[in-house]
């Protein structure tokens, strides 16, 4: 036996096909072939395994097929007749074709209608049997039998009846060249043959414990439920089967983050000590002292850095509640302790930014700061390999393959929503064992926290600096022009400055452009009085700098800006803030521009202008703003709008997709999947006793495991 196939039990043979294992390629299972194998490719089903993880989307009860006349008006409803006449209609004015198909059975006559769409007469042979699933329209009262527009159908030949009907069936996501009744044909074969020779690697203790039935039951279920199984249950994925499935999930994801972190206490690092001198010469330095968040925080990250093992902590943090300072703070142990410290950043703005901050702050201390982007010359790499440069200040290009430290100590990683596991693995193999600091001024719910989290400590500064005022928000429509230019006009004539953000609109970069462009030439007629700048995505990144600059020495007063000023720019002087088209904005983005002001001492204005008409969600995140200004309260209520998706990009960040599990839904599963996970881990950090439990890990997370170790 190889040792691919172990995952599924040598012992039982299919009576089928003995040879077929879990990985065996999807086109030698009975009725695929090559041609279907590659329709099926595109559904991201290759192999046998794949299949049997193919779940459907949602369930149709036909355990109980109505009759025509007991189906009831305005409601989805399905029906099992035969077919009675099938005829084209053209429409005399716009020439629409439209196909009118009449269906009966012995209590009566259903008439359904597809439009433009004459191809599909073709199916619909006199006395064929035909299942019809759609909202019920006609007026009975009226005379007007039952009618149904663009019904899903299926077509049933004899022997068809006890996959397709008199049971609920499971409805899968088609791919073109095959049809969600083909595919339920394929999956009925292939899940009552093979889903029992899928052998259960979760311990029994914790199948037990959390109440779950054995895998292949799970996986049969979840195609092809038992006929008392609750429907509602089953489409809402709450199913004792779906809760199997989704406590794997979870439990996987959690096992492979309990691992990482566990290697990592076992691993060797730098063991910085902590004189404290160049930090204390520094904080000496700043005009304000830190807050009891920021004291905490940088203490613990003290004790992690003397600690022989490498630090990995998440700093969360709303923004403006000062992370900087505490990311100086530690990479100023790292400097005095001879090693150098690191900062990326997600967007080439925000590394300027930081740059400049941080040359400023540690310039007085004889240090040398670099910036490090895609353009950087030569020179500066060399710089950095021969530890000329103490510190440095990046995008992604840190993790470039010609960017080599002399000797990383410390890598701080800011926003780090938008970094991977991955990343922060490349990131780490620049030095030997450094430590890693991971910031980010996204607050997000703690579950989601712990979920992509999973592997690092965590540090919460939940304490804003002394003084600030909240940011007054209130959302106006383009009828109030006018009411916004009159606040605008108040805080700048107190000395004040204004930005104004114009939405990224996806499609086209350039008429986002545009309409920054136009806003600003509108904002130099109505203020021709005052200086107006404008910064885009699009500049060379030295004039971008000059504009900020300029903004920040108050030689400008309203700056005009595409979403580049999201995160890092800081300046306590600027009092409002107009979002144009807040609609398009998604929440988590509107309070991050928000947080570019209240920095100061001032009240502060944030003027949502919205366009309507406006969907429901839109109207959800703009009252969400209206109603708080607090990251975290923000953040769940961007998950409950949003819902889970890939509200954290598991994609990009390198973990395991989600593909059954809701984070909000699944909740309490997620809980227990993590308790457990984390306990057998510490018990058995090898997994030794568990070599299916080990195995399955390693495929579901393909190899990413070891990559992370190394
Ligand atoms: P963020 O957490 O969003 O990255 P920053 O580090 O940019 O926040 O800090 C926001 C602003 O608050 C900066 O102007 C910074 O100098 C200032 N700041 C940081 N800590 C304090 C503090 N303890 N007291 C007063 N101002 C502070
Ligand atoms: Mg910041």
């Known amino acids: 036996m190889n040792d691919r196939t172990k ?64 189906l009831a008006y305005g409601s989805l409803q ?47 042979k006199k006395g064929q049997k035909i299942i019809l699933s759609g ?49 339920r044909t394929l999956m009925f074969n292939t899940s009552s043959t093979y889903s029992f020779l899928l ?18 039951r799970a996986v049969r279920e979840a195609h092809f439920p038992e006929e008392c199984s609750d429907v509602s249950a089953l489409n809402k994925g709450i199913s004792p089967a779906h809760r199997r499935l989704v406590f794997d999930e979870f439990f996987l994801l959690e096992l492979g983050l309990a691992l990482l972190k566990k290697r990592e206490t076992f691993e060797r690092g730098i063991s910085f000590t902590d004189r404290g001198v160049l930090a204390s010469r520094f904080l000496q330095g700043l005009p304000f002292e830190l807050t009891g968040a920021q004291k905490r925080v940088v203490a613990q990250i003290r004790e992690d850095m003397q600690r022989p093992v490498p630090m990995n902590r998440l700093v969360h943090g709303d923004v403006g509640c000062g992370k900087t300072v505490v990311a100086l703070v530690s990479m100023l142990i790292a400097v005095e302790n001879g090693y150098q410290a690191c900062l990326m950043a997600p967007t080439e703005l925000l590394a300027e930014q930081h740059f400049i901050n941080i040359h400023r702050m540690v310039e007085a201390l004889g240090l040398k700061v670099a910036l490090l982007t895609s353009g950087t010359k030569e020179r500066l790499v060399d710089d950095i390999s021969s530890g000329t440069v103490q510190i440095v200040v990046g995008t992604h290009a840190l993790i470039q393959e010609r960017v080599r430290f002399r000797n990383l100590g410390l890598a701080i990683i800011d926003e780090q929503h938008r970094f991977g596991v991955l990343q922060r693995a490349t990131l780490r193999s620049k030095g030997f064992n450094p430590d890693i600091l991971v910031m980010t001024a996204t607050p997000i719910p703690r579950t989601l926290a712990m979920t992509l989290y999973g592997d690092l400590d965590v540090s919460i500064i939940d304490e804003l600096p002394a003084g600030r005022r909240p940011v007054i928000t209130k959302v106006f429509f383009p009828s109030q022009k006018d009411m916004i230019y009159s606040l605008i006009k108040a805080e700048l004539s107190k000395g004040r400055q204004v930005y104004i953000v114009y939405p990224l609109i996806e499609e086209s970069e350039r008429l986002d452009l545009k309409s920054a462009m136009e806003g600003a030439e509108a904002f130099r007629r109505i203020f021709s009085d005052r200086r107006t ?19 920040k020495a108050g030689d400008i007063d309203i ?14 002087n600027a009092s409002l803030m107009l979002i144009v088209h807040a609609e398009r904005f998604g929440l988590a983005q509107l309070h991050q521009l928000r947080g570019r002001i209240g920095r100061g001492s001032y009240d502060s204005y944030c003027l949502l202008m919205a366009y309507p008409p406006f969907s429901e969600e839109a109207r959800r995140r703009l009252r969400a703003m209206e109603s708080t200004s607090d990251g975290f309260r923000i953040a ?14 598991t994609r990009q960040s390198g973990i395991p ?27 058995e950090p090898d997994l030794a006793g568990h070599p299916l439990l080990k195995e399955t890990l390693l495929k579901r997370w393909r190899g990413r495991l070891e990559l992370v170790k190394s």
């Open 7 to 70: 995952s599924f039990t040598g012992t039982k043979t299919s009576a089928y096909s003995p040879q077929i294992s879990g990985d065996t390629p999807v086109q030698y299972v009975k009725g695929v072939g090559p041609a279907r194998a590659r329709i099926l490719e595109r559904l991201g089903i290759n192999t046998v395994e794949d299949i049997l993880f193919y779940f459907p989307w949602r369930y149709e009860d036909r355990r109980h097929l109505k009759k025509i006349n007991s």
């Open 78 to 124: 399905t029906t099992l007749c035969e077919v009675a006449s099938a005829n084209i209609i053209t429409t005399p004015r716009k020439k629409m074709k439209i196909l009118e198909l009449a269906v009966a059975d012995e209590t009566g006559f259903l008439k359904a209608r597809w439009f433009n769409q004459p191809y599909l007469k073709k199916y619909f």
């Open 135 to 183: 909202v019920v329209k006609g007026n009975p009262y009226n005379g007007i039998g039952p009618e149904m527009d663009n019904p899903d159908f299926e077509l049933l030949s004899e022997d068809d009846r006890l996959v397709h009907t008199s049971r609920i069936v499971p409805v899968y996501r088609a791919a073109e060249g095959i049809s969600p009744k083909q595919l």
């Open 199 to 216: 052998e259960d690697y979760l311990p029994g203790y914790i199948r037990e414990r959390n109440n779950l039935m054995p895998l292949s």
């Open 533 to 551: 700048g404008l910064v885009h995505g699009r500049m060379r990144h030295d004039e971008r700098e000059a504009v900020m600059a300029q903004f």
């Open 559 to 572: 700056l005009v800006a595409t979403t580049v000023i999201e995160v890092g720019i800081d300046v306590p």
């Open 636 to 649: 769940e209520e961007d998950l409950a709008i949003r819902g889970p998706g890939d509200f954290f990009g």
């Open 657 to 683: 997709e989600l593909k059954m599990a809701n984070i909000i839904r699944d909740m309490e599963l997620l809980e227990s999947a993590r308790r457990e996970a984390f306990d057998l881990i510490d018990a």
